[in-house]
């Protein structure tokens, strides 16, 4: 995203000069926690667990509502 040369943020000062750019800490948190979890496969295994319970959750209004109600007590 912010390749000096090619990334987004060289394309943006290329139309606007006065543009700088303003890293996101959530995303900068984002990308080191992928690097580091895809490193190794007993964290990969339990982030894959984590997703397909939430999507099975996420997937209906009724199942969302449990969750909420167990993490709200």
């Not at 006065?18 to 900068?28: K, Q, T, Y």
Request: proline letters at 1%.
């Amino acid at each position: 995203m912010k390749g000096k040369n090619k990334g987004v943020h060289a394309r943006i000062l290329k139309e606007n000069s006065r543009a700088f750019f303003m890293p996101c800490e959530c995303h900068s948190i984002n990308l080191l926690i992928c690097d580091n979890v895809s490193s190794s496969i007993m964290c990969i295994n339990l982030f894959e667990y984590i997703q397909r319970i939430y999507t099975l959750f996420s997937a209906s209004v009724g199942r969302w509502n449990i969750i909420k109600h167990m993490f709200n007590h």
